[in-house]
């Protein structure tokens, strides 16, 4: 198996928004799962510890294309991978949730054991089969506004970051509103 593609969004989340943006025109269904190991402390938002004590994610889309007779065929396109306890990792992650909130984009957590985490970010094993061997999941949209209430988790974090990000933010509005004008069209 092959390592994963490289698909930033750590400092670019704009550039990983209309990436978003151009798989759900591509395909029927998308959705953001953020993959974390099952042991990961979200509540660790510092880089006081050692490298692997702290908590790593990396964004998974699963794509989803119904073929003629009806039987959906679903692929997955892993991302990179980035330190929660990293404040700039971690706020331009919770920018890409929050594109994904206002996009109508599903998006749900999933944790594994280390070593499948592993597995999977270095394509030693199939998304859909690590998917379904473990389904534990969180909720990422805790951590980010969520139908126009403030996340439920760490809320001055999101504060923090909307400040430094109001170009970011203005720039999602722009895309979401081109993308809802173009979905118009087609009607």
Known sequence: MQEPASQTWYKCPVKAAESLVALKRQFDRIKVIIVTTNDA???VTDDSNSTQDLPHCFPVIQKERTLPGGEALVTYEIWDQGRWSYQPCRHDLKLVLSFAERADIYVIGKTLPRDNYTDLYHG???AATAFRAHLSS???DDYVPFRGNRPTLDPD???ALAKYSETALRRFDEIVGRERDFARSLT
Do not use: T, Y
């Open 41 to 43: 402390d979200l509540k």
């Open 124 to 126: 030693r094993v199939l």
């Open 138 to 140: 969180w909720h990422p």
């Open 157 to 159: 974090d999101w504060d």
